[in-house]
């Protein structure tokens, strides 16, 4: 290719690259009642504000990394009936004021979010533990909860009530990040989840972490899925250009934990001890990276 051939495709790919941009659906569909139920399955689990990490063995190799993408995975909450994908459906955040949540209920199906798990077994060191991709979301951005309440209205859409539109429109004090995807074996986890408030943070360049003043869990039968509240009062910024959210998972050590539960015995009984009780390997750590230019929606950054 020629230098002035090179000059002219140059713009060709800057268009491009624009366009590759410019073609997410929620800038092509501004209005979310028009979302399609893949749109949504793509909020809810690949878009920006969504970041895929591995749950690894306890004390296993290689431990858990941030990445992007991935499928759907790990079961859910929420019942909406209908909805994509099978098993469950995805709300949150317990009905705290913040709007993390979702409108909980809904009609038969059991339709929502969920279905396949992760990955197979790994080898060496884990016990048969399987390693499975874990969903860290922020649960109150503005696309996510317009995402969770199109779930809930079917494959017609429709319109919106007065008190869903004051979901979407609550500010909360509270930015909420859910960590979805944990086995229903570890349902403990959601029973503990206060717990694990003081291991979560959200660390940005500069600044001190904002430390999670608030933990909640919910586990049906098919998966666990945790909620930390981080308070607004040193605000995410776009001049902060990433955030990391931080968590060193642990279970047991509290009081009463690990009684009034008879573990199995066998190679059933070690699997099931290191699913819930991390702290055996010093805790598990969950990282997740955002860019935050990557998180504007429609002109505001969006957490």
């Not at 092509?28 to 028009?34: A, G």
């Not at 007065?162 to 859910?178: M, R, S, T, W």
Request: proline share 6%; glycine share 26%.
């Amino acid at each position: 290719m020629t230098r002035r051939e090179v000059l002219r495709a140059a713009p060709l790919a800057l268009a491009a690259s624009w366009d590759l941009r410019a073609a997410d659906f929620w800038d092509k569909t501004p209005d979310f009642r028009d979302w399609s139920m893949e749109n949504v399955q793509q909020m809810l689990f690949k878009s920006p504000w969504v970041s895929q990490v591995a749950l690894s063995p306890p004390g296993g190799s290689g431990g858990p990394g941030g990445g992007g993408g991935g499928g759907r995975g790990g079961g859910g909450f929420g019942g909406a009936g209908g909805g994509a994908g099978g098993g469950g459906g995805l709300g949150g955040g317990g009905g705290d004021t913040d709007g993390g949540g979702g409108f909980g209920g809904g009609g038969g199906g059991g339709g929502g979010f969920g279905g396949g798990g992760g990955g197979g077994r790994m080898g060496g060191g884990g016990g048969g533990f399987a390693q499975r991709p874990l969903y860290v979301r922020w649960q109150t951005a503005r696309p996510v909860k317009e995402a969770i309440l199109r779930s809930r209205m079917g494959a017609e859409g429709g319109e919106i009530t007065a008190d869903q539109q004051k979901f979407l429109d609550a500010p909360g004090e509270h930015y909420i990040v859910a960590v979805s995807g944990f086995p229903a074996r570890m349902s403990r986890l959601a029973e503990n989840a206060g717990r694990l408030a003081p291991e979560a943070h959200l660390e940005r360049k500069g600044k001190d972490p904002l430390a999670a003043v608030k933990a909640e869990g919910r586990a049906n039968e098919q998966a666990v899925e945790l909620y930390f509240f981080f308070p607004k009062t040193d605000p995410i910024v776009l001049d902060d250009k990433q955030v990391e959210f931080a968590l060193t998972l642990r279970m047991g050590g509290g009081p009463g934990a690990g009684q009034g539960r008879r573990q199995p015995e066998g190679e059933a009984g070690q699997e099931a001890e290191q699913s819930e009780n991390p702290r055996r390997g010093g805790g598990l750590p969950i990282k997740a990276r955002f860019k935050l230019k990557d998180l504007v929606y429609k002109g505001e950054l969006a957490l």
